[in-house]
Nanobody, 115 residues
Framework: QVQLVESGGGLVQAGGSLRLSCAAS????????MGWYRQAPGKQRDVVAV???????NYADSVKGRFTISKDNAKNTVYLQMNTLKPEDTAVYYC?????????WGQGTQVTVSS
């Protein structure tokens, strides 16, 4: 099993920045991908950014050039640096970790961007 603890959400004005963190514990040796997803009210949960065990990254078109995903293998932590935030980035952000064949989700952290 993998346990995830997220932090870093909050309220920020448009154009501002936030950094989300997601720390994994438990069976971290089996992690092969980590990522961030978001879900706005009334909408489905969508991928924001993912990073593979080898460090390859992929981003949703809507965040390319503004968000950066990274990880610290020693700390089993994945980060999402969010710059030039827009009101449409407002959502609950979830960390997702794939360990073996199983997906594990964080509890979610609220990001609110005011105009």
């Amino acid at each position: 099993q993998v346990q995830l603890v997220e932090s870093g959400g909050g309220l920020v004005q448009a154009g501002g920045s936030l950094r989300l963190s997601c720390a994994a514990s438990g069976s971290t040796f089996s992690i092969n991908a980590m990522g961030w997803y978001r879900q706005a009210p009334g909408k489905q949960r969508d991928v924001v950014a993912v990073i593979s065990s080898g460090g390859s990254t992929n981003y949703a078109d809507s965040v390319k050039g503004r968000f950066t995903i990274s990880k610290d293998n020693a700390k089993n932590t994945v980060y999402l640096q969010m710059n030039t935030l827009k009101p449409e980035d407002t959502a609950v952000y979830y960390c997702k970790v794939v360990a073996g064949l199983k997906a594990h989700w964080g509890q979610g952290t609220q990001v609110t961007v005011s105009s």
